[in-house]
């Protein structure tokens, strides 16, 4: 009896043995069912995406629709292959936008960051909370004029014009993780560094940079995602197919008649495609995304 | 060590980001996507073979982005040569001045006297020609023979008015199994002007008010199209599936083979072609959309038009393309050939229309074919939220009095035909 108060209270204080409790129980095949659930529910929609994507040109118009291919087909993947200028021109220009879009999200506000966490400025609160007033407007609507000023600029139908413009989606909320990483690393290093002669530059390279690294990754994982999936400002900065990216083409695509019939099987063809990067670089990275996530935010 | 690397990856994008930024001299042409892209591939493609040194390049824009990448385009100056657009938004553009006039350009051309009629007259705005056809969608009754063997009725017979619809419907759905007689979208605006509005259209009916003075949804048969439409409903001859229908699977539901008989489009039977071969050879049977009457027929002309925007810097260049693809050869040769309508009637009979009669009659049918002329088209109709759309719903799912329905119809394309 007393065993069991002591194990509930330890429970209660710390979180983690509860877990720990639970797991060494028979419990542990409750939790375990109640994971698989979960798992099911997250990846049903991504594996019935794949099946239906494998089906013949044939099936994937049944109706009412199969629940999994009777064959399988890469049908679907070469009619979007060879769509317009080929699928290798769309995804192209989409990792150009994307890598464009990270190292100047990265330049940007591993710079910022620093400068706000470290130097005393006068009034960088009040700047630093000036730049993230940037998050309440929604960029739809600045689209119109930016694109007004980038076609005298001749930035549109560009990749870097395009970039610049996922980059300035993602700079807030990448200056707030970066800035917060700064915070996080002690002092004493920096003084250290300096007393040895080191410069502001130096100190940030040798000194800070290997400490914010997740912090990095993550603001880097983050420019991705939003520059690959990122539908509208292409959408009005693209006016010829070669420059599209990857979600114009899907969009495109994926419409089959005048009254809006849709290609489903190309349709899942494209979107199997385009979640394998995301998938991919989530999973290389990801040991350093969940690190970077907690070093922003715990101070 | 890890900065510089990061400079020279940025420096290395840029630079291959540059050249991408460089404009070339070619035609610039958009068309939407999710119109009959096989037949606009077809078009560049022989342009750009005749004309090796004015080659156009084809953007497709997303189909739902297309008016406002226009406006946007035409806003800022940044527009392509030639612009394919849903015929339907025609009259929207030229009364907002953004089409180039090419009417002094076509003064003496003979191609354009036969050139399908509805095309031209939603490119036509106060006498001044802006655009030319591109292709042509018309709406038309498709049977399937082989359920229509099953049910004991003649296959060689189709429906020639909307009580012969019914009965047969009525047949074809008795065999059970998921086959239903008929199929109308419960959830598509669009698919409703392109299928239902010609059987309110045959019985004498009309749909939308040409301008804010015009009497919308008249006719005294319109009540009795709308109660045949009911009774369909209520009758179980239509899948309750439609319910849910929004368009993206319409094209694929005769293809089913379960549907005994449809109004449906001629790009339908090209995609029968790969979805259903069985039933493309030799047993769909394709006739005029019917009315109550016997012998009273109309379809509805779809398609896209060829424009020029303002702004555009090669518009005799365009102009000549424009030329190109209502001359006979190209109209035989990659119109026809390719089992599309021509856009010209004189240029309906031709060899490989002979060859199969069903494109033959799909050809006849843009005769008797109307296009709306409105600049309202997509808040009137085609608007998911519309009048047109929720009239229907009301017709087809709810036991409201099919008078209160029209009334309710009524005030609503009138308040939108004022604004």
Avoid at chain 2, 148 to 170: C, N, R, T, W, Y
Avoid at chain 2, 314 to 320: I, L, P, S, W
């Amino acid at each position: 009896m007393s065993a069991d108060l002591s194990i509930a209270m330890r429970a209660e204080t710390r979180p983690r043995n509860l877990i720990a409790t639970l797991w060494a129980s028979r419990a542990k095949y409750l939790v375990g069912a109640l994971l698989i659930v979960i798992c099911v529910v997250m990846l049903l929609p991504l594996v019935a995406s794949v099946l239906a994507s494998l089906k013949s040109t044939t099936e994937a118009a049944a109706v009412p629709p199969t629940y999994y291919p009777h064959g399988l087909s890469v049908d679907s993947y070469v009619r979007l292959w060879d769509y317009q200028a080929g699928l290798q021109v769309y995804v192209g220009n989409s990792l150009a936008t994307a890598a464009i879009a990270i190292a100047l999200t990265l330049g940007l506000t591993v710079t910022a960051g620093y400068a706000l966490a470290r130097f005393p400025l006068p009034g960088k609160e009040a700047l630093f909370v000036f730049l993230l007033l940037a998050l309440i407007i929604p960029y739809q609507a600045l689209l119109t004029p930016i694109f007004l000023m980038f076609a005298q600029l001749k930035l549109t139908n560009s990749v870097l014009g395009l970039a610049i413009i996922h980059t300035a989606i993602q700079l807030p909320f990448s200056l707030y993780v970066m800035r917060n990483s700064f915070e996080a690393v002690p002092k004493d290093l920096e003084e250290a560094a300096v007393v040895d002669g080191a410069n502001s530059l130096q100190a940030l390279v040798l000194i800070y940079l290997p400490s914010v690294v997740p912090a990095m990754v993550t603001v880097a994982l983050f420019a991705f995602i939003t520059s690959w999936n990122e539908f509208l400002g292409a959408l009005v900065m693209m006016n010829r197919q070669d420059t599209f990216t990857l979600p114009l083409i899907l969009s495109a695509a994926r419409t089959q008649t005048s009254i809006g019939g849709t290609d489903w099987g190309m349709l899942q063809a494209g979107v199997t495609i385009s979640v394998i990067p995301c998938i991919a670089v989530y999973l290389l990275l990801q040991k350093y995304y969940v690190a970077g996530l907690l070093s922003g935010a715990v101070k | 060590m890890r900065l510089p690397k990061l400079i020279t990856v940025a420096l290395a994008a840029l630079l291959v980001a540059m050249p991408l930024g460089a404009v070339a001299e070619d035609l610039q042409m958009w068309e939407r996507s999710g119109g009959n892209a096989s037949m606009v591939d077809e078009l560049v493609r022989a342009w750009n073979e005749a004309n090796p040194d004015r080659k156009i390049v084809l953007t497709y824009i997303p189909h739902s982005e297309m008016v406002p990448k226009i406006a946007q385009a035409i806003a800022s100056g940044e527009v392509p040569d030639l612009m394919g657009m849903d015929l339907i938004y025609g009259p929207q553009f030229e009364d907002a001045g953004q089409l180039e006039d090419v009417t002094d350009y076509f003064k003496d051309d003979p191609t354009l006297k036969t050139a399908s009629p509805g095309h031209i007259q939603v490119a036509t705005y106060k006498d001044r020609l802006y655009g030319v056809p591109l292709y042509a969608d018309v709406s038309v009754l498709f049977w399937n023979k082989l359920l229509f063997k099953q049910a004991g009725l003649d296959p060689e017979v189709g429906p020639a008015s909307l009580q012969d619809i019914h009965d047969m419907a009525a047949k074809i759905t008795a065999l059970g199994d998921g086959n239903y007689g008929y199929y109308l979208a419960g959830n598509c605006a669009g698919c409703n002007i392109f299928t239902f509005g010609p059987l309110i259209w045959a019985s004498g009916g009309t749909i939308e008010p040409k301008d804010a003075a015009d009497e919308p949804l008249t006719g005294d048969n319109l009540v009795k199209v709308l109660e045949w439409a009911r009774m369909m409903h209520k009758e179980g001859l239509i899948n309750p599936a439609n319910q849910a229908e929004n368009g993206e699977t319409f094209h694929l539901q005769f293809g089913s083979g379960k549907v005994g008989i449809m109004g449906t489009g001629n790009f339908n039977l090209f995609l029968l072609k790969e979805q259903n071969a069985a039933l493309f050879d030799g047993n769909v049977g394709i006739t005029f959309l019917p009315g109550l009457e016997k012998g009273k027929v109309a379809s509805f002309a779809g398609g896209d038009i060829v424009t020029i925007p303002k702004g555009s810097k090669h518009v005799k260049d365009a102009v000549d393309f424009m030329k190109f693809i209502l001359s006979d050869n190209v109209q035989v040769e990659s119109y026809a050939k390719l089992m599309n309508l021509t856009t010209r009637a004189d240029m309906a009979k031709n060899k490989y229309f002979e060859a199969d009669p069903r494109v033959q009659k799909m050809a006849e049918a843009l005769d008797v074919a109307r296009t709306p002329y409105t600049l309202k088209f997509f808040e009137l109709i085609n608007s998911p939220q519309g009048p047109w759309l929720q009239m229907l719903q009301r017709v087809y799912y709810s036991d409201d009095p099919i008078d209160q329905i029209i009334a309710d119809g009524k005030a609503q394309m009138k308040a939108i035909a004022a604004e």
